[in-house]
């Protein structure tokens, strides 16, 4: 018995060793802007950025690339703005915006530097972009993907050693997954830090770091939604507070002139304002699709677009109950209530639903002028209601109004049905 | 107490097994043989393709090589068993359009992310008998009209395939455990696999998107003959006076060693 604690603890002080000698081994890891970085020079690095490189390719070729060509000129100034100098050798930092509706920015370790539609859109001014691209480069600069990639590394190898001294019920994995994430959380507070750092240089208002967190809580639950992007962040009001804490020390001196620059940006806002509604309708985002089209048409009412994402997401909320019970459980955490329920609630208001969809496609009719695509909605509306004839009507104004659209096969279907429908009748 | 616990156990079992309840993996719509009749041609879109090394340091590396050699061969595996099903299979160069057109390239992804939204209205976690396989109504919607219009085809056919090699170090650290657990246990070693695949196809509607016909299946090897044995499972059809109809009782029952979910 005493020999097999001896053993035991002789095996775990080996491990203990193992990891220690592991940590020397990230802080080791030079920042991209010191002379000594040698970038790209380890076997295990050198993967990384072939990994980097292969899912860039692979977001090229699923077309998740947005080229609109005044945004992505746009968010490269900004973000060439906060990059500190990098030495030689070092990654040469590259912006891109890519389709996707949710709120997130990233960073590979190759250099590339990514941020979504979803995120572009809650933001509301430069300084703020500034803030979210600064973030990205200092995880780029302070090589956060190779130190990850070592202590991941490290905590599996440690992992594996365990499972086998527990013969393999897998059951040590656990622990050392929590550990990963706080480390991760360590590294977003580290990357928040020198975010304002950099931002402070390229003379952007500091203060506007704090505002970001608020802005781009999606969630109406403060906690780390289990699952979300944000899992392994630490919680906005974590951010926040230490934020506070950071611009108290070091920034409370801001300079007068310091930017915000909130009009350029909204130009740029506007431009993707419709692709974000669209992307968060595919997403199945419904209550954000309204959300955010409400925000966009307190700005402006003639925009024919605004009324149509808004009614859409009220059609599918009644055609996907499902769907919608699922993001209001995601929006509103526990207190959200059980999916049962949820469900329950949600095919319960399919009717409201359709009347307000129908109700939001008329107002925009009226307000903002012709669109073909309110009466595709104001049809499907119909057709859900029952009522054949004024679905029929409405599909076909809205084939005729425009002839090439893309769903033409499955309006033509539905009319098919409907008309072999009335037939029967 | 114990003892009786595994007897009722055992008994239950083998009711389950003597009853004759067979689960499926297939899922399928419920006006499947509507929407077949009206179906002539199949376009294949791109399939999504992941295989990768499982390394003891605990990575996935990529194996592009065998990504490649596998794309085609499930490609080619998918568009036999069509042919032989009865359909035309329309060769539409999608890479091509897809280089020239990105947006037309987002589209394609746009189908494949909307039938991942549907899989959990189809895979919920609930087994599903033979008898209540034909009861679904997914749909994905009239984002397959793009790829359907601009193939010219009746049906798409998606494909999804993921498999795994461990590395030298990860079988040996899985085969120490097994055998740490047999001396433990007094029992004999468990045989670990060094590679495993799992197919999910799904034929869809080109009009509506409506989800026809679903399938999965995973094996403890790495092949691309998995989409054979997939698509094997798709109703064999027949001509009645010009319209394609299902030939009943012909598509093979499960077997155990479908490791299917």
């Known amino acids: 018995m005493i020999k097999n604690a001896m053993r035991n603890i002789y095996l775990l002080s080996l491990l203990g060793l193992l990891l220690s000698g592991c940590i020397g081994m990230t802080e080791s890891i030079r920042p991209l802007t010191d002379n000594d970085h040698q970038y790209a020079s380890s076997d295990q690095e050198l993967q990384l950025i072939a990994r980097a490189e292969a899912a860039h ?35 040469k ?29 809650r933001l509301e001014n430069e300084a703020q972009l500034a803030h979210v691209l600064s973030h990205e480069v200092a995880h780029v600069v302070h090589r956060h993907s190779l130190k990850t990639s070592y202590s991941r590394q490290n905590t599996i190898v440690a992992a594996h050693i365990t499972d086998l001294l527990m013969f393999g019920t897998s059951l040590a994995y656990l622990p050392y997954i929590s550990q990963l994430a706080a480390y991760s959380q360590d590294q977003e507070l580290e990357s928040d830090q020198f975010a304002m750092e950099y931002m402070y240089r390229a003379n952007y ?16 639950v403060t906690e780390s939604v289990p699952g979300s992007i944000y899992a392994s962040h630490p919680t906005h009001q974590q951010r926040v507070a230490q934020a506070r804490q950071w611009i108290a020390a070091s920034y409370s001196q801001a300079p007068a002139d310091a930017m915000i620059a909130a009009e350029s940006y909204q130009s740029i806002s506007e431009k993707i304002t419709h692709l974000n509604l669209k992307l968060k309708l595919n997403d199945k985002q419904y209550q954000l699709t309204i959300e955010a089209a409400d925000n966009a048409l307190q700005k402006t009412m003639s925009d024919p677009w605004l009324w149509y994402y808004k009614g859409e997401a009220y059609r599918l909320m009644a055609e996907h109950p499902k769907s919608a019970a699922r993001e209001y459980s995601w929006l509103h955490g526990k207190e959200a209530g059980d999916a049962g329920t949820l469900l329950q609630r949600f095919t319960d208001k399919k009717s409201e639903h359709l009347e307000k969809a129908q109700q939001v496609f008329r107002e925009g009719l009226s307000r903002a002028g012709e669109l073909p695509q309110f009466h595709r909605g104001i049809g499907l ?32 279907h539905l009319l098919q049905e409907i008309g072999e429908g009335q037939n029967a009748h | 107490m114990h003892t009786k616990k595994l007897i009722v156990t055992a008994l239950l079992f083998s009711w389950v097994i003597v009853s004759g309840c067979s689960y499926t993996s297939v899922r399928q719509h419920q006006d499947f043989d509507e929407y077949l009749a009206d179906i002539k041609s199949v376009v294949i879109a791109p399939p999504a393709v992941t295989i990768e090394e499982w390394q003891f340091s605990g990575d996935k590396v990529p194996l592009l090589e065998k990504k490649e050699k596998i794309r085609e061969l499930i490609m080619l595996r998918a568009k036999e068993r069509l042919l032989a099903k009865g359909f035309e299979v329309k060769d539409f160069d999608f890479n091509a359009a897809m280089e020239s057109d990105p ?41 397959i009209n793009t790829i359907a219009s601009r193939s010219q085809a009746d049906a798409v056919l998606l494909l999804h395939y993921y498999g795994y090699e461990k590395s030298a170090g990860m079988v040996a650290k899985d085969l120490a455990a097994s055998v740490l657990l047999a001396l433990v246990s007094g029992g004999t070693t468990v045989a670990q696999s060094m590679s495993g695949s799992q197919v999910e196809i799904a ?22 003959e998995i989409a ?24 093979p029952k499960q077997t155990e060693s479908d490791y299917n979910y």
């Open chain 1, 93 to 121: 930092i590259n912006f891109y915006v890519l389709k996707d509706p949710s709120v997130n920015a990233m960073a590979f370790p190759n250099g590339n530097v990514y941020i979504n539609i979803g995120l572009l859109a």
């Open chain 1, 57 to 91: 390719e692979e977001l090229l070729s699923k077309g998740l690339m947005y080229r609109d060509q005044l945004v992505s000129d746009y968010i490269k100034l900004v973000g060439n703005s906060v990059t500190p100098p990098m030495t030689d050798g070092a990654a």
């Open chain 2, 103 to 143: 947006d037309f390239a987002f589209e394609v992804n746009q189908v494949v992310e909307a039938f991942n939204e549907a899989r959990a209205e189809l895979y919920d976690g609930k087994p599903v008998t033979e008898e209540n396989k034909d009861k679904f109504d997914a749909s994905i919607g009239p984002v």
């Open chain 2, 203 to 224: 034929f869809i509607d080109g009009d509506t998107g409506a989800v026809l016909w679903v399938n999965t299946k995973a094996v403890p090897s790495l092949t691309a």
């Open chain 1, 381 to 412: 509306v119909a057709y859900a209601k029952g009522d054949a004839q004024s679905a029929v009507n409405e599909l076909q104004t809205y084939l005729d109004r425009a002839p090439t659209t893309k769903d033409k096969l499955y309006i033509e």
């Open chain 2, 228 to 251: 054979k044995h997939t698509i094997d499972e798709f109703p064999d059809t027949e001509h009645e006076n010009g319209i394609r109809v299902v030939k009943r009782e012909t598509a």
């Open chain 1, 205 to 220: 208002d500091v203060r506007q770091a704090q505002e970001v967190f608020r802005v781009i809580q999606e969630t109406k």
